[in-house]
């Protein structure tokens, strides 16, 4: 089974702290990726990775940024929290070259900035 | 511009009834992959069925099935004989093929089954 893990399911931060949401998978999975969602807003894409050090913005990077130095791990980084930036935050992966597999998702970190 | 919409934002049943999930799609591309994935309250994602454009048979999977028409751009979810257990988010999404990134999802429809 392919398991995606995240360093949190709960995070309380101050406005202005810095903040690093972890993500680990098993699969060796080239694809991973960091989704924010609200309610009546769905699912949006923050970033994703196609390979190790690499990112890609995806509709919502503003205040955000990633890291991805081995393949398992893939971060965000919240440089500035902000009270916006309170939400569920949904991390996951997907093999390449399999498109349509679907994609694998974490547990999700509920962020509450305050 | 790829888009899915589902249009129940909320739908409560009671137990042992059947419910229907509607999801229409909009894309310009011939070979993509539509999804459903269910969100429990404890919110972590779950797969529950990938189509390919090419592959318009209907599935039944338990007491879940999936009707896929074209003609329509729809695929819709239904739940026969509802549980507790079923209660959740469930969310629609769609892909083009060979594009990993780029998967649409909509805005979920959550489901209440009432004891």
């Known amino acids: 089974d392919v398991k995606v893990t995240q360093s949190s399911r709960y995070l309380v931060k101050r406005t202005g702290e810095k903040v690093f949401l972890e993500c680990v998978q098993d699969m060796d999975h080239e694809n991973m990726f960091w989704y924010r969602q609200d309610p009546g807003l769905g699912l949006r894409l923050i970033y994703f990775?196609?390979?190790?050090?690499?990112?890609e913005k995806g509709d919502i990077p503003e205040g955000y940024s990633v890291s991805r130095e081995k393949k398992e791990r893939f971060s965000l980084i919240l440089e500035s929290a902000s009270t916006n930036q309170t939400s569920m935050y949904l991390c996951?992966?997907?093999?390449?070259?399999?498109?349509?597999?679907?994609?694998?998702f974490g547990p999700g970190t509920r962020l509450l900035v305050l | 511009a790829q888009k899915v919409t589902q249009a129940q934002t909320e739908i409560s049943v009671v137990e042992k009834e059947d419910v229907t999930l509607d999801c229409v799609y909009e894309?310009?591309?011939?070979?993509?992959?539509l999804f459903w994935y269910k969100q429990p309250p404890s919110g972590e994602l779950v797969f529950l069925i990938r189509?390919?454009?090419?592959?318009?048979q209907n599935e039944i999977s338990g007491r879940y099935s999936w009707n896929f028409q074209k003609s329509t751009s729809s695929f819709n979810f239904t739940i026969t004989a509802s549980q507790v257990v079923d209660s959740a988010v469930y969310f629609c999404?769609?892909?083009?093929?060979?594009?990993?990134?780029?998967?649409?999802f909509g805005k979920g429809t959550r489901l209440h089954i009432l004891p």
């Open positions: 999404a769609l892909s083009e093929a060979g594009r990993d990134d780029k998967i649409i």
């Open positions: 894309t310009r591309d011939t070979t993509y992959y």
């Open positions: 996951a992966s997907s093999p390449t070259g399999t498109s349509g597999t679907g994609f694998y």
């Open positions: 189509r390919n454009s090419f592959d318009e």
């Open positions: 990775s196609y390979d190790v050090k690499m990112k």
